[in-house]
T-cell receptor, first 114, second 114 residues
Framework: DAGITQSPRHKVTETGTPVTLRCHQT?????MYWYRQDPGHGLRLIHY???????DKGEVSDGYSVSRSKTEDFLLTLESATSSQTSVYFC?????????????FGSGTRLTVV | KQEVTQIPAALSVPEGENLVLNCSFT??????LQWFRQDPGKGLTSLLL???SQREQTSGRLNASLDKSSGRSTLYIAASQPGDSATYLC?????????????WGLGTSLAVNP
């Protein structure tokens, strides 16, 4: 996906360990989002950022924290991974929070917590 | 409660057929609506973005329409090809005063058979 990359692409981790996922963009977009996608639930917003060091919670933020120290990087941390956090995580970017120009998504990170 | 529904959940058609995917939403106060395509194990690719003031958008063989009064959007795919096989997601940005929120449908899984 042009301009936005996620790492790692796949991760297996043990319950109770911390995990950090990275989203990197080269579009200089102001807004960045972390979503999780699960069967039967569609995409759900975890956290989003509206600028460097400016973040806010989404609808499923419990157990997750985020940080944005640079415009291009948005990190998602699972403080103590649980099996319920096994999911596919997507990062998205937008130049406008009102969705005026739509979102661009990364390729996703498949996380398995065992 | 604002909801987005996509019916059917799965669709299988022979190659060459014209088809329509449906997206219904419960609140007519929308800002815009975006159709995405998701290939297995991949991220989301934006197909078409329709602003609330628009009735339709076209890109190649794809045409998306929007009828706010009936709470419905359709994605029309002309002359379907096996390469169109994917899951198609609809996302609606609701614009109810201060309660702006992006709601996702669960998608329609399309299989185009040679």
């Amino acid at each position: 996906d042009a301009g936005i990359t996620q790492s790692p692409r796949h991760k297996v981790t043990e319950t109770g360990t911390p995990v950090t996922l990275r989203c990197h963009q080269t579009e200089n977009h102001r807004y960045m989002y972390w979503y999780r996608q699960d069967p039967g639930h569609g995409l759900r917003l975890i956290h989003y950022s509206y600028g460097v060091k400016d973040t806010d919670k989404g609808e499923v933020s419990d157990g997750y924290s985020v940080s944005r120290s640079k415009t291009e990087d948005f990190l998602l941390t699972l403080e103590s991974a649980t099996s319920s956090q096994t999911s596919v995580y997507f990062c998205a970017i937008s130049d406008n929070h009102s969705f005026r120009d739509g979102y661009t998504f990364g390729s996703g990170t498949r996380l398995t917590v065992v | 409660k604002q909801e987005v529904t996509q019916i059917p959940a799965a669709l299988s058609v022979p190659e060459g057929e014209n088809l329509v995917l449906n997206c219904s939403f419960t609140d007519s106060a929308i800002y815009n609506l975006q159709w995405f395509r998701q290939d297995p194990g991949k991220g989301l690719t934006s197909l078409l973005l329709i602003q609330s003031s628009q009735r339709e958008q076209t890109s190649g063989r794809l045409n998306a329409s929007l009828d706010k009064s009936s709470g419905r959007s359709t994605l029309y795919i002309a002359a379907s090809q096996p390469g169109d096989s994917a899951t198609y997601l609809c996302a609606v940005f609701f614009n109810a005063g201060n309660n702006r929120k992006l709601i996702w449908g669960l998608g329609t899984s399309l299989a185009v058979n040679p």
